[in-house]
């Protein structure tokens, strides 16, 4: 069983920067695939970004390319995503996730572990 505590979230003014943690427990950590996903009210979960088990291959959305930064430190089993540039339409509730496999995905579906989440809200 693996438990994913976010943080980080808060207010901010658009073109203004947030770091999110994920701290993960367990012990298997550096063998799992991360994620971060995004749900706006109203609308459904998306994909924002990726990182395989080593940290050597990441993968980002359209949406927040070159804006948003995922890395990981697996001696400190946690995963960041610095998120850059802000804007409005990046308000929401950001969750990380882990999938228990080496090598990351875009769906959802395919992760395991959810943490409860973290509020982004960027301000106009």
């Known amino acids: 069983q693996v438990q994913l505590v976010e943080s980080g979230g808060g207010l901010v003014q658009a073109g203004g920067s947030l770091r999110l943690s994920c701290a993960a427990s367990?012990?298997?950590?550096?063998?799992?695939?991360m994620g971060w996903f995004r749900q706006a009210p109203g609308k459904e979960r998306e994909f924002v970004a990726a990182?395989?088990?080593?940290?050597?291959?990441?993968y980002y959305a359209d949406s927040v390319k070159g804006r948003f930064t995922i890395s990981r430190d697996n001696a400190k089993n946690t995963v960041y995503l610095q998120m850059n540039s802000l804007k409005p339409e990046d308000t929401a509730a950001y969750y990380c996730a882990a999938r228990t496999a080496t090598y990351y995905s875009v769906k959802g579906y395919e992760y395991d572990y959810w943490g409860q989440g973290t509020q982004v809200t960027v301000s106009s």
């Open positions: 367990g012990r298997t950590f550096s063998t799992y695939a």
């Open positions: 990182i395989n088990w080593s940290g050597f291959n990441t």
